[in-house]
């Protein structure tokens, strides 16, 4: 029996034996003193918590006795009462010291993580996003909450609470070692002094910031930010997409969103190491081998991109492979890579 179960079963049997007191010195009132059920019950209850009020008839001998037998069991009880409560609350604590001393431990071995700053509804959908490509998320939100909230929909998430605009947040994340960082807060203000703060800490991170303001923009990018990304544009896009091209936004929803096809469209970059680097597509035969369908391919000599790329292009390291399949597939192309 663990911990929790012990502190709870202590604290049910300390209100059961609160409550066999209390018929107990009812009862013996009623039948030593002839008191109503009522002076019975005030009188027991002023028994038991020892408070000190006046009795409220002359008591007998009997009834003296009784009252000091109970005014003893209440101190016992009480005492049992509160000794469970503070364990609780003593246990709760050290629970969360703990979660959040591992949860620290965890964090200090990643890297290569991206950190979240924000776990609004814009945070949430990236979590989301995350948890089914499987790859290390660290997320920083200042609201308890959210955080709360986030605890409850994604066990196991490594949250931090905290204020992402501020250095030590962003270290405890974990910055340093960290590939990527989207900064998702509400205020434009907020995610500038972000961009700032993780560009100052870790200059070669890829960082991504959310902006409501057009004009903020530009400040944005000067203060280091990678991408910026527009809410607002998003969704004008997207609406003015499904009148114009619906079958094509039907199908990116597939692509990006369907949890029961689980396709996926993925990158993958190709090393110096791989087994498909100095072939031809038509050589790699990546279709045959894994089902996956290569969409482009992103050259890295030429930093250009090639649509739909015919069997004679030749694979090199550090090209950038688009690819569209089932997440198993991936899986599998990713192990041929590392074949020899």
């Not at 807060?185 to 870790?202: G, Q, T, W, Y």
């Not at 000599?301 to 550090?318: S, V, Y």
Request: proline share 3%; glycine share 6%.
């Amino acid at each position: 029996m663990n911990s929790e179960s012990l502190t709870t079963r202590h604290f049910q049997t300390v209100i059961l034996l609160i409550i066999l007191l209390t018929i107990a010195g009812i009862s013996g009132y009623v039948l030593l003193e002839g008191w109503s059920w009522f002076d019975a019950l005030y009188m027991t209850l002023i028994s038991i918590s020892t408070v000190g009020f006046k009795e409220v008839r002359q008591l007998s001998s009997a009834g003296r006795i009784l009252t000091m037998m109970i005014i003893l069991a209440g101190m016992v009880v009480v005492a049992m009462l509160s000794a469970s409560v503070t364990s609780f609350f003593v246990r709760n604590d050290l629970l969360t010291n703990r979660k959040r001393y591992r949860m620290r431990r965890e964090i200090e071995k990643l890297n290569g993580h991206t950190i979240l700053c924000g776990a609004g509804d814009t945070g949430r959908t990236i979590i989301n996003e995350f948890r089914r490509s499987n790859r290390p998320l660290v997320v920083i939100e200042q609201k308890q909450e959210n955080v709360e909230l986030l605890d409850l929909l994604y066990p196991g998430l490594l949250v931090l609470t905290g204020d992402a605009t501020k250095d030590e947040s962003l270290i405890e994340a974990n910055i340093h070692q960290a590939a990527g960082l989207i900064t998702a807060l509400s205020l434009d203000a907020d995610n500038l002094f972000v961009v700032i703060s993780a560009r100052a800490l870790n200059p070669k991170l890829t960082i991504i910031s959310r902006s409501l303001d057009p004009q903020t923009d530009p400040k944005l990018y000067r203060s280091g930010a990678s991408y910026v990304i527009s809410p607002n544009m998003v969704e004008g896009i997207r609406m003015a997409s499904v009148i114009l091209r619906p079958t094509v936004v039907s199908f990116l929803d597939v692509v990006m969103g369907d949890d029961e096809l689980e396709l996926r469209m993925e990158e993958i970059i190709v090393g110096k190491e791989s087994s498909l680097f100095g072939k031809t597509l038509s050589d790699a035969k990546i279709p045959q081998r894994t089902g996956l369908i290569v969409i482009a391919i992103r050259k890295a000599e030429a930093d250009k991109w090639m649509f739909n790329p015919g069997p004679a292009t030749m694979i090199n390291a550090g090209d950038t492979m688009i690819v569209l399949g089932h997440p198993l597939k991936i899986d599998k192309l990713l192990a041929l890579l590392k074949e020899s």
